[in-house]
């Protein structure tokens, strides 16, 4: 029951940073840790059909500002997560999953083939946009286990959708590594943000839950 309502804390606790202090940046142990809670999410088949751009260079996080509709959680939090998804997942991805499988768990590769086939058998009997599209479903997987850790940590978050994906894309060099961005988020420490404080609104249990 403590572990439960400390959840609940942390979940009341953060909500979307509007305003960052930029003098204060997130550690090293702590940068790590979020990074580690993202390359751990969950994904369909385990398939991991994303990358996570960390962007702390103060020049290019200035030119992204322009295509983010001058949000100054781009320049101002302490770190910028550009959460892409794959373009390119194909039958050579689900090898090196296989291979990574085998190698991990010390097993046989060739124990692995019935998966294999599935997962090929997925990928493959898709149109290419639609496997985009899957793709950019599980980086708000991914996502979601961010601002969850974050807010364990009280370390202040704020997801983020109104930028210009096809300009962030060419400014970051994204197509030509078969890349993506769907989604950003700001990391840091919140500064005077009227909305830090503000009670949390959500709509009741009765109105968003229903069970049979």
């Known amino acids: 029951m403590v572990v439960m309502n400390k959840i609940i804390e942390d979940l009341n606790w953060r909500y979307a940073t509007k305003k960052f202090d930029a003098s204060r940046k997130l550690t090293q142990d702590d940068v790590h840790e979020l990074l580690e809670a993202l390359r751990l999410a969950p994904s369909s088949f385990g398939l991991q059909p994303w990358k996570f751009l960390v962007v ?18 781009i320049t101002e939090a302490s770190h910028l997560i550009v959460l892409c998804a794959r373009t390119d997942m194909d039958e050579k991805h689900v090898g090196r999953f296989v291979e990574s499988i085998a190698s991990t768990r010390g097993i046989p590769k060739e124990s692995l083939d019935e998966y294999a ?96």
């Open 117 to 212: 086939q599935v997962m090929v058998g997925s990928v493959s009997g898709r149109p290419r946009e639609h496997l985009i599209e899957w793709s950019k479903r599980q980086v708000y997987i991914a996502l979601g286990f961010l601002l969850s850790a974050a807010a364990q940590k009280r370390i202040d978050a704020c997801p983020m959708e109104g930028f210009d994906s096809a300009k962030f894309d060419e400014v970051l060099g994204l197509r030509e590594k078969n890349l993506t961005s769907t989604v950003l988020c700001a990391l840091g420490h919140r500064g005077e943000d009227t909305y830090s404080g503000a009670k949390k609104v959500r709509f009741g249990r009765e109105d968003v839950m229903e069970f049979r």
């Open 56 to 73: 702390t260079d103060a020049k290019t996080r200035e030119q992204l500002r322009e295509h983010a509709f001058n949000q100054p959680q």
